[in-house]
């Protein structure tokens, strides 16, 4: 039994209260004041909107919440937040409201961020589409792109696929909801869109409590913000060698986890090749990880060359062979005389030169040239050296 490895992966963290906030006016607070138009994108730059009719709500600069539109709702940061329709459908064209956002700075590729916004939705009464109450749903999300998205559907719902979004309908109407997760950039992101990029068929819904024969869904939204994780999160998917193991600790205060089989707890070892996944859970975040961890040939790959061979035909040392202790991907060898002319080629480690093409003792030259699998990579390796025929 080989000496047993251990690999400790440790995650640090920063601290939530010094993470920077790339969002611009993350609190939707208006530039202006006092508003005379519910329009959002006349008051709360950069946020605009390119479709659809979001609404702004700020009561202290002349825009207030009534019992019909906001509950009575105060912002969750700030003074100001906007309203959106996320569900219903009217003539073939689904009621969806986008609100568009700015970063401060370009995501970074490779690195991973933390997205939250805060929702509420509203029991709405009357209207054309509405009729005593409303839904709660779920896809209520986020995308973060690196160009504007700014292009009118013709169902008008936006055909992306977000980074964040709810995973179950938000249905309580007394406090805000946090949503919540974690990502890894592609680098070059700076723009936000919020609202709901599905169909209502793709999206699950409940009636609000006390809603009588609802049909649609309609949001507030407040306090969006994007920063470096400050969350646990797995490791990069790493390989495993035999008789290797993988300790992780995740553990931080205020989270709790739930892995793949059932298991609970910050740490978790791991002993086999596998795809590996943790549920994470803090007060206001919850989010799911996955690590894939995949076998490899850990030890080096050592190839022997000899440099002499002697095909006298007494059965030792008759044949000129390579021997290698891995598995090679490609191998290529080639023999020549001191004029250059080639006298053996194989492509098969398994076949040896015999020196039976040439007549008499002398020293010849190779070149050979192979790969094999180390740690998730091919190694490409050549080798030249000298071989004295004996005959």
């Known amino acids: 039994m080989g000496r047993l490895l251990k690999l400790i992966i440790c995650i640090l963290f ?12 993350p609190s939707l607070e208006a530039t202006q004041c006092p508003i005379f138009s519910p329009n959002l994108s006349d008051f709360i730059s950069p946020w605009t909107t390119y479709f659809g009719g979001p609404d702004y709500f700020e009561p202290n600069c002349g825009i207030a919440g009534t019992s019909s ?56 009464m009357g209207g054309a589409n509405m009729d005593n ?19 009118v ?38 723009h936000i869109t919020i609202g709901n990029f ?34 646990p999160q797995l ?8 008789q290797e193991r993988i300790d992780l ?18 740490t978790y070892l791991i002993t086999q090749p596998g795809t590996y996944y943790v549920d994470i859970n803090s007060p206001s975040c919850s989010y799911s990880d996955t690590l894939i961890v995949e076998s490899a040939e850990c030890f080096d790959c050592k190839v022997f060359v000899p440099n002499a061979f002697t095909p006298n035909g007494d059965n030792t040392n008759d044949v000129f062979r390579i021997q290698a202790n891995c598995e090679l991907v490609s191998y290529r060898l080639q023999i020549f005389d001191r004029w250059g002319k080639k006298h053996f080629e194989s492509t098969d480690i398994d076949v040896s030169w015999d020196g039976a093409n040439v007549g008499k003792s002398d020293t010849y030259m190779y070149t050979l040239e192979y790969q094999f699998d180390a740690l998730r990579k091919t190694e490409t390796l050549t080798r030249k050296g000298r071989i004295n025929l004996l005959k």
């Not at 719902?157 to 949503?179: A, D, E, H």
């Not at 490791?235 to 035999?242: K, N, R, S």
């Open 69 to 124: 539109t906001t509950n009575n709702s105060q912002a969750f940061d700030g003074q100001g937040f906007a309203g959106i329709s996320v569900y219903g459908q009217t003539g073939g064209l689904f009621h969806r409201d986008y609100i568009h956002g700015q970063l401060t700075d370009p995501l970074e590729a490779g690195k991973y961020y933390r997205v939250t916004f805060f929702v509420k939705p509203v029991f709405l």
């Open 249 to 266: 600790d995740l553990r931080q205060i205020d989270f709790t986890y739930t892995w793949q089989d059932g298991s609970t707890g910050g």
């Open 133 to 151: 109450g409303s839904y709660g749903v779920d896809n209520i999300a986020m995308v973060i792109t690196d160009t504007i998205l700014d292009t």
């Open 235 to 242: 490791p990069e998917d790493t390989i495993i060698c035999l």
């Open 198 to 231: 599905n169909v209502d068929s793709e999206t699950t819904f409940a009636p609000l409590t006390g809603s009588v024969s609802p049909a649609d869904a309609y949001y507030l939204v407040d306090f969006v913000e994007v920063v470096e994780t400050d969350f």
């Open 153 to 190: 559907p013709s169902d008008n719902v936006l055909n992306v696929v977000p980074q964040i979004r709810s995973v179950t309908p938000i249905v309580n109407t007394s406090f805000w909801t946090p949503i919540c997760g974690v990502f890894r950039a592609k680098g070059g992101e700076e």
């Open 14 to 25: 920063l601290n939530t209260i010094s993470a920077q906030n790339l969002v611009e006016n």
